[in-house]
């Protein structure tokens, strides 16, 4: 494991993955050229298993490619990133892990788990090493910080969700709360989580495609590195962050970043989540089964992408508690994203943790939707249903345990309207009941009969028409 003797360390980021690399990571890069920081991050794995032998391989140095279309000029800069130091695998070290938390230097917690990451397991405790979920990892980190390092603004740190729910950081307080309270009754832990470290709701915004054979081929040839870790994004990228400004921890707008913080983030969120986050979740299920396998593919799909447009135009601005003229703007620049001609952006990726996914990037679009209009959207409705045919034919899908046990206890069901029925029933999949919106089941049973009796492209302009 490296360690940057000449960095401490001052982020501790939960999760390694393609996203945070080429955003979070990318972004500590340009705060130490352009704005002087003096910090490195150490990564701490989220689930079960070890860290990729890469990231040993290549000393935690890994390539960003950046390339696209910014305004009217054509982008592409390759960027080696060296800003991880260290990392912690608490299923391995439990005790390192802990200690990571001492270290006097580290001001910043950033984590990115998945829509799923954030949730309260009422089966953590404190004497698992570790514990389940995020919440209850976070919990513990804390306490070993605060027994070590004591309470106060001193030993206060930063946290920093990239996980795209709603009020993330306000929720992930809330579920650290509720397991100090339940595991340690410390009056005096609970005030320095609540008064003097600081949760802020973040909206990240950034497409990042993930490795890139070419792009890596390319690398080699040109410099003889053979960087298995190195990830493609877009230029674009937006950090909005709700709260008081912090620039004296990470000085993001000095070193020149697309950075805002704000008193209130929920109107970006809106749109960013709904609009290229739900179109995105839509896309990877309707798509997946054409056998489309890029996001610029589906917009080259006569009926594809007709969807994507009427579902925007039709189900998703309408729904937004704003002007529609906002909503149509910000999706024009989405689809313009989506069309990148530089980025290989899969939708199989996209398809990682579906459930959730689709429960925090469509459902509230389907719930303001029935709300000013009385009924279901019928495009929503379509993929769910796209979905539930994905989870109950596809093999070797990438998702949470509990919600591929929940599929497959359904997969054997004859009846189309059983299978919907029983999916929807399922509290444990949607986070509580699904709220009820008028004819929503009825069109999801629908979709999910004709996709399994004429095939998902009839079924996809059955809906259409």
Known sequence: MATDRQHPVRILQFGEGNFLRAFIDWMVDRMRTGAGFDGSVALVKTIPGPFSPDFQRQDNAYTVVVRGRQGAQVVEERSRIEVISSRFNPYEDFQGYLEAAADPDVRVIISNTTEAGIALDLSDRDEDRPAASFPGKLTQLLRARYLALGGGKASALLVMPCELIEKNGQTLRQFVLAHAGRWYGDPGFERWISEDCTFVDTLVDRIVSGHDPAARARLLEETGWDDALLVVAEPYHLLAIQGVEREDLLPLRRAGLNVVWTDDITPSRLLKVR????????????????????????????????????????????????????????????????????????????ALNSVSKWRSRLLPSAVDFAAKRGHAPALIAFSLAALIQRYCTVDALRDDAPVLAAFARVRAIADPAQVVRAVLEDAALWGGPLPAIPGFAEAVTKGFQEIRSRGMLAALEGALA
């Open 275 to 350: 609009i290229l986050n739900g179109g995105h979740t839509f896309l990877a299920m309707v798509g997946t089964a054409l056998g489309v396998p890029l996001v610029r593919a589906c917009l080259g799909h006569p009926v594809l992408k007709e969807a994507l447009e009427r579902l925007y135009a039709r189900e998703i601005i309408p729904a937004l508690p704003m002007p529609e003229s906002e909503g149509a703007a910000y999706a024009g620049t989405i689809l313009d994203r989506f069309d990148n001609p530089f980025m290989e952006h899969k939708l199989e990726d996209i």
